[in-house]
């Protein structure tokens, strides 16, 4: 018995170093592209810069700094503000373009409907903003379109150059990103369950909120956490189509690092900006689960 346990635990050493060898090439890889650049930027907030010199006593000046500027203070709101607003817009819209695929589209036809959801993709995402700036300009397609019409007398120009171009255009941007996971979610659920709802006498509205959402919430946190997280280190659609009072903290970020040659700042300002919506989507994770557990 000896023997046979000293093979077993040598199989077991074996097989687990085995393991270890198979993920070793990823994790190193994960850990050289992920973690090293992460940890660079950490240690980089607590040090200061003097224009091409880095000054690395370590100091908490940076964060001091960024957390009672009020311009800081105004930008990373504002990014919340937007952030918040495309996410919840992205995730209403793409509901129900998600569930009727699921729930109403033949099976053979729902490939097809998940190719032309995909199709803003094969186009790049410059493009895309540029178009929005043509659709939403002074005499752009909307306003052109509206006046020809009849609707209003002079052009708006309330959806260019501000937060609202910002938020139509992300929104625009991560739709697919949005409805893609909702449709997984919806076509897990068993369609069993949704008639046993009917047959003990619920109607379609209560069953849709009392079974088919429930069921449906993960697919739903898994949008809002793909939209929100990304949409708030956006740099690009806000300097092209935000203006002024369109601009996040991301563009903050890439002025302390390119023009005002602060790289501590930057450092500074990602990091805090990072752990602000890192704990806004725990918040809101935990806040999901217990709707869950609610529901039950």
């Known amino acids: 018995m000896a023997e046979l346990g000293g093979r077993l635990g040598r199989w077991r050493r074996g097989d687990a170093a085995s393991g270890y060898l198979l993920i070793s090439p990823p994790l190193i890889y994960t850990f050289a592209l992920l973690a090293v650049p992460l940890a660079t930027i950490a240690l980089f907030s607590f040090w200061t810069q003097d224009y091409l010199t880095i000054i690395k006593t370590p100091t908490l000046a940076n964060y001091r700094e960024a957390l009672t500027d009020p311009l800081y203070r105004e930008l990373m709101l504002r990014s919340l503000l937007i952030s918040g607003s495309v996410t919840v817009a992205t995730v209403l819209l793409a509901f129900p373009i998600a569930y009727f695929v699921s729930f109403h589209v033949p099976p053979a036809r729902k490939s097809l409907w998940i190719f032309l959801i995909t199709i803003p993709f094969w186009t790049s995402y410059l493009i895309r903003v540029f178009l929005w700036k043509v659709i939403l300009g002074y005499n752009g397609v909307l306003n052109t379109t509206l006046q020809g019409v009849g609707l209003i007398d002079e052009p708006l120009t309330v959806i260019l150059y501000n937060a609202n171009a ?47 959402l429930p069921l449906a919430m993960p697919g739903v946190v898994a949008s809002v956490l793909i939209v929100f997280i990304p949409t708030i280190g956006d740099y690009v659609t806000p300097r092209l189509v935000g203006g002024p009072g369109g601009l996040m903290i991301s563009n903050m970020i890439q002025t302390q690092f390119l023009k005002l040659n602060n790289a501590p700042m930057g450092a500074t300002l990602a ?26």
């Open 166 to 212: 910002v938020v139509i255009t992300l929104a625009h941007a991560y739709a697919p990103f949005a409805i893609l996971p909702i449709f997984v979610a919806l076509e897990k659920i068993d369609r069993s369950l949704l008639e046993a709802s009917l047959d003990l006498g619920e109607n379609r509205v209560t069953t849709f909120l009392r079974v088919t």
């Open 271 to 296: 990091i805090l900006a990072m752990l602000i919506v890192g704990a806004i989507a725990l918040i809101f994770v935990a806040l999901n689960r217990r709707f869950l557990r609610g529901a039950r």
